[in-house]
């Protein structure tokens, strides 16, 4: 059965509200890692978008790989493709398991506790020790290009993670777990969205019927040549 | 499975079902002849798309596995190949068309006769096409027609003549369409609305795109942006005489003892072999997988791969590396980008593209104003990768981002080649492409330029920070592979002739853009649909006519 025709199953990353791959303390020192990554302030965090339930859903196995495209149910995947993502699945499985291991390790050397049990600052410690890297600094406009972690833009290609090690796979998913539809288990309420002012689409079936456009952020009246069109030039600053 | 019967014989089997691939079909069954369209990849419908951004560009939906589908990598022949999904493109039923922009700018006249143009350029095999903008004309304006396009007649001061104007008005104008155009005026230069595959107005039972966003690397739900899927696949299919088969696997093209091609052997999804004969075989496979097919073809009267006596199969690849400068705007100066709104690029020039003298380089590229991603994949070089210092950067940045890019016209050069890698195998135990390439030192020239020029428009469009993002080598980014099947009218040094069929096998052609001489500075969809039209109606009244009814 090839990939056009795998079924929908009726399940959903929000079935239940707890771990279903990962041990409670696995879940908690997880859910305190992503809250370092992407924490709370004066907005939502990772915590409250519930970033680690997005995790432990990636790690449960190949009935969260993809959704049905309207958002309801998940494809049930076959043949070559699913044994692909099953084994991919497992080296992320290991890769957390001694992960959290690492991170417990750290603290214990350095602050005698659990991650779990450690402050903010103890915690942002041991996760500079696990990268390697200092934390990073504030971004300013004179900062040198190589000062942060994130690197260009994919371009035009997929994105490949099968090559990560530990730290930067859960940076990187922390950050699809605050900024992915929230059909995946976390960005609950579209949270992360509205930190960052994308006002992304309600449902995906909204992006299917045509319900949901972006046009009102557009300048539909301009023509061409649009420098000299009015609309254009409303956006004038003195 | 050895009971089974094989398919009956047809006129024409068409291995690949992407841009050239459905061309080809719309046109020959349309005449009346009986194809038979064999596509590895599923037949995803547009019911299967929807903006979900973890699933098209991390979780890789319509793009191969790298787990099953690997190629490999090599700057030389000294270096060991490694394992990397080079150019990645969907395997899917419309190709290239289901994921791309739409970009559907047309070549121009000079791009046609280089070799003319620049003499012996050293390191390269810089050649002419043996065709001309006129032969290629009147297919660009069927194709923008038949197909669905929007764009501006008149608007490119850069274009040769065009017969007709384009049947739908521009697409509407981004905020980032908004600052390149006002930025491109400022600095004296010309810009102009993105010629793009998609309708803006209702066009033949097509409704306009939605503007929800997912455009760039998504398929549309929608009949908005112009694939082959929803287009040529179907006209073909209403003829009742092509039968398109997907997830069915060409392992081999067969030729008889006369050195003609009698078919080709596949594997269908449920691993059953089976030999589909036909009158003529078309390869459209894309400009990798077209070149691993002809030298896995290796037979008798072939021992080097199929249609490869000039030694060319494969070589002179180009990959229109993708590089780009990013801006980064201040929030308190500007007003928001809003770059998830629309359909990712707005606005292009073609200022740039002819050679000047005075910039130490010859050739030059298209260049075109786009976003930087989607939530999740959003970033740039220097981008805080995590704890509050990355939540400001999200927070500060995410509405005030753009870049210009550049697709790079790179030279031929005739050692940078696809080719059989002698260890890997995919999974289904066959070998997988290698590719062997190093940047000509114009390529580099060409790049650093541009990406330093688009930089100084971002600058004049008020970015605060400007972030180059130059290549170190060619990935194959753009998913454009071109040039390994090369077109030409000596059978020395090409492997095909200007109608696009193999110099040495008479009834086996090429019509992706492996025929590609050169790589052009554009995304070569058009052209390749354009192209493999011409060559279609030229099996139609010239070829077929030679075919026995047997």
Known sequence: M???????????????????YLSRAEWDTIEAATARIIPTDHHPGAREARVVRFIDRMLAGTQFVFPAADGIGWLQMTGREEAAWAERI?????????????????????????????????????????????????????????DGRGGAPAGNQPVNEDFLSFFPLLVLNTRQGFYGDPVYGGNDNRIGWAVIGFDGPPTLRSTMDGSYTTLKYMIPEAQWPYERHPAVLRYRRP | MKTKRNPEPVDVVIVGAGAGGATAAKVLSEAGLRVVGLERGPWLKPEHASGDELKYLNRNFIWQDPKLKPRTYRQNDAEDAVITNFSATPQVVGGGTTHWGG??????????????LHGDVPGSSLVDWPISYDELEPYYTRVEWEFGTSGLAGANPWEGRRSRGYPTKPSPLSQIGRTFATAMDKLG?????????MVTEPYRGRQP????????????????????????????VNTGLYDLRSDCYVHEILVGSDGRATGVRYEDEDGNEWVQKAKAVIVCGGGIETPRLLLMSKSEHFP??????????????????????????????????YGWSGHYMSGCSF????????????????????????????????????????????????????K?????????????????????????????????????????????????????????????????VNMERITGNTSHELGTTRMGDNPATSVVDRWCRTHDVPNLYVFDASFFPTATGINPALTIMANAWRCADRIIQVDARGWTTD
């Open chain 1, 2 to 20: 090839g990939q056009a025709e795998w079924v929908t199953v009726p399940i959903s990353t929000r079935d239940v509200e707890g771990p279903i």
């Open chain 2, 351 to 402: 200022d740039f593209y002819e050679t000047d003298a005075t910039r130490g380089h010859i050739l030059g590229s298209l260049i075109f104003p786009s976003n930087i991603g989607h939530p999740v994949n959003w970033s740039f070089p220097g981008r805080p990768g995590w704890g509050s210092a990355a939540k400001d950067a999200d927070r500060e940045l995410f509405n005030h981002t753009m």
């Open chain 1, 90 to 146: 497992q080296t992320r499985r290991a890769l957390y398991r001694n992960g959290i291991r690492e991170l417990d390790q750290i603290a214990n050397a350095n602050f005698g506790g659990r991650f779990l049990d450690l402050d903010d600052d103890e915690q942002d410690r041991v996760l500079e020790k696990l990268s390697g890297q200092p934390k990073p600094e504030p971004f300013t406009f004179d900062a040198p290009e190589d």
């Open chain 2, 189 to 197: 230069h010309n810009s102009f609305p993105m010629p793009q595959g």
């Open chain 2, 209 to 236: 795109f939605s503007e929800n966003g997912f455009w760039q690397q998504y398929p549309d739900p929608g009949t908005g942006k112009s694939s082959v899927l929803i287009s040529f696949i179907p006209d073909a």
């Open chain 2, 103 to 116: 970009m559907v700018p047309r070549m121009t006249a000079n791009d046609f006769r280089l070799r003319s």
């Open chain 2, 404 to 468: 210009i890019g550049i697709l790079l016209h790179d030279l031929p050069v005739e050692s940078n080649r696809v080719d059989l890698d002698p260890t890997v195998k995919d999974a289904w135990g066959l070998p997988v492409a290698r590719i062997t390439h190093t940047p000509h030192s114009n390529d580099f020239a060409q790049e650093k330029w541009q990406v330093k020029k688009n930089g100084e428009i971002l600058e004049a469009a008020g970015a605060s920070k400007i972030v180059p």
């Open chain 2, 304 to 337: 080097d791969g199929l249609a490869n006596s000039s030694g060319q199969v494969g070589k002179n690849a180009t990959f229109h590396q993708y590089s780009f400068s990013v801006g980064l705007f201040d929030r308190d100066l500007h007003d928001p980008l």
